[in-house]
């Protein structure tokens, strides 16, 4: 047990069944036996206080936001713009203004591929502008979200897709960075911590080599906000996103953090309400950043409830709730290769890993097996996990993938290996 942060501030030993009688969900039964839910890198379930603040916007505060002047209109703008407060210290961005909601990471990582393809024809933008010659970089590692935007920015304006490899335990090809990252350059944009293979980036390392080429960084933190502490100075990129529902959140909101100078410059990317400074039959001018980038209503509970999962994350601690992973990733590295046939498809070790496992058994497909184990009340993912070319570099269709959070309990994991255990020799 490690000595961490309770969620009064005060030092204590974690207490998982504390943290777990704040999610009502965890108390279900699933086939007759007690949900055992290890499916977080997919969407994390979410605590009452959440689920309340969503549900008291709309029956005490709710109107549409920055255009009414009633009183339900100041007090939803009131609330949305204090969330904006809350996710721009808990990211430790130097503005608030830093801070533009979207829908979910993928809309941030599509937002700012469309509007470095909307730079070839706006005034100040020239550092966006994207042709033949110039590369973009991701890795092999990417999710679908933050691949697949990239390729389309390149197909619009004839710049070149590159990515860094994988070696074969589930890490970039460290010798390639520097290759890969050259002076033809223009952005990078890289996950933190995979969730096909769980690993963790050198993020340090990779940002450095972008900016020593004069390339946009960017940071894909879907996986990472809600287990490592996110401070976006630190870190050091141009841009961090990351996703609600994955910390905790309400599905429908997303954020995008990036340099002020740089959201600035950049044109919009979809246009419509409240994001411009002055409309004519003959042209538009923008608002300043964030609002340029937030087009229409934007989805007001779900940001107002994204805050209150970011204080639910902060009571708990996330230096506390990482250490609690480290544990859980530790115990389950050590037991799921005792599973007869079960092969691991990522790093084997806890070093730069995160408590996401994927892995292989022998003889069972992996929907199988992710059927028969919600048959023992137990939930995981399987498929490619929206990153198909990381089943494609391991040789695999597909693989089966439990992933871990705050609530997770050592014994979850022991149900797991016993029920692939059993899953196991129903097939043998
Ligand atoms: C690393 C990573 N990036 C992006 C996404 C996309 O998230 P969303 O569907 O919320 O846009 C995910 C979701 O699984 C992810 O794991």
């Known amino acids: 047990m490690t000595a ?19 999610f009502p969900i965890l108390g279900r039964e699933i086939h007759g036996r007690p949900l055992v839910y290890l499916d977080s890198a997919n969407s994390a379930q979410k605590p009452q206080v959440v689920i309340d603040a969503e549900a008291d916007l709309y029956a005490h505060h709710y109107a549409n936001v920055a255009r009414a002047v009633h009183t339900l209109g100041s007090e939803a703008t009131n609330a949305f713009e204090a969330a904006r407060d809350t996710v721009a210290a808990f990211l430790n961005a130097p503005s608030r203004d830093e801070v533009v909601f979207t829908k979910n990471i993928s809309e941030a990582l599509n937002l700012l591929a469309y509007s470095f393809s909307n730079a070839s024809t706006f005034p100040g933008a020239e550092r966006f502008r994207l042709g033949p010659g110039d590369e973009i970089v991701v890795t092999e590692m990417e999710h679908h979200s933050n691949l697949v935007p990239w390729q389309l920015l390149a197909q619009r304006t004839g710049a070149t897709f590159r990515w860094i490899p994988l070696d074969d335990e589930g890490r970039l090809v460290s010798a390639a960075i520097d290759e890969v990252i050259n002076e033809r350059t223009k952005v990078v944009s890289f996950v933190y911590q995979s969730n096909a293979l769980g690993t963790i980036n050198p993020v340090a390392r990779l940002v450095a080599r972008a900016r020593e080429v004069g390339a946009i960084s960017i940071v894909d933190a879907a996986q990472a906000a809600p287990h490592l502490p996110l401070d976006v100075q630190e ?20 954020v995008l953090w990036g340099r002020y100078d740089l959201l600035a410059a950049m044109p919009p990317f979809l246009g419509g309400g409240e994001m ?58 050590e037991v799921l290769p005792t599973v007869e046939g079960l092969h691991i498809v990522g790093p084997t070790t806890a070093v730069d890993r995160g408590a996401t496992i994927s892995f ?31 089943c494609v570099r391991y040789g695999v269709a597909a693989t089966t993938r439990a992933s871990f959070a705050a609530y997770t309990t050592l014994g979850e994991i022991d149900a797991l290996v016993a029920g692939l255990r059993e899953v196991g020799e129903m097939f043998r």
């Open 4 to 22: 961490v942060t309770d969620l009064s501030g005060a030092h204590a030993v974690y207490d998982v069944d504390r943290v777990r009688k704040d």
């Open 235 to 254: 870190i050091g990129a141009d841009f961090v996103a990351f996703t609600g529902h994955k910390l905790y959140g309400p599905t429908g909101v997303g």
């Open 276 to 333: 411009i400074e002055t409309v004519d039959m003959t042209g538009t001018t923008y608002a300043a950043p964030p609002h340029r980038f937030e087009a229409g209503t934007p989805a007001i509970a779900q940001v107002v409830a994204l805050a209150t999962a970011v204080e639910w994350v902060q009571g708990v601690g996330l230096d506390a709730i990482h250490a609690h992973e480290v544990a859980l990733l530790e115990h389950a590295l």
């Open 360 to 390: 292989t058994l022998d003889g069972v497909h992996p929907h199988d097996v992710a059927q028969l184990l919600d048959e023992r009340g137990i939930a995981v993912r399987a498929g490619h996990h929206c990153a198909r070319p990381v």
